[in-house]
């Protein structure tokens, strides 16, 4: 019922910087949180950032904290990843997602219920 398009991707120099954007369409929409998680070829999605959709609390993998920034805004159901100091590692297709209404634990793929295409950030060393 809910769809989540991602876009921003695309190719940086080591050092720079990308913002990415999610937004879902729907009848209705009231996630629990929504999320980012990031995939490299052949391995399993990975945790990115989580925000709560209520109050906007905010939930980052270690690696993540202090370089990327996630963000909401609940009247156009849309979620923002601003992506900082970008590293060769962090070359991978980025997918929003959202949760169900009830509580959930944020940094669980296998969790949430509705994905995004993923768009793709690469980035040259």
């Not at 970008?86 to 929003?96: G, H, P």
């Amino acid at each position: 019922q809910v769809q989540l398009v991602e876009s921003g991707g695309g190719l940086v120099q080591a050092g720079g910087s990308l913002r990415l954007s999610c937004a879902a369409s729907g009848r209705t929409f009231s996630p629990y949180a929504m999320g980012w998680f990031r995939q490299y070829p052949g391995k399993e999605r990975e945790f990115v950032a989580a925000i709560f959709w209520n109050d906007g609390r905010t939930f980052y993998a270690d690696s993540m904290k202090g370089r990327f920034t996630i963000s909401r805004d609940n009247a156009k159901n849309t979620m923002s990843l601003q992506l900082n100091s970008l590293k060769s590692e962090d070359t991978a297709v980025y997918y929003c997602a959202a949760t169900g209404p009830s509580p959930s634990l944020v940094v669980l793929a296998s969790l949430y219920e509705n994905w995004g295409q993923g768009t793709q950030v690469t980035v040259s060393a």
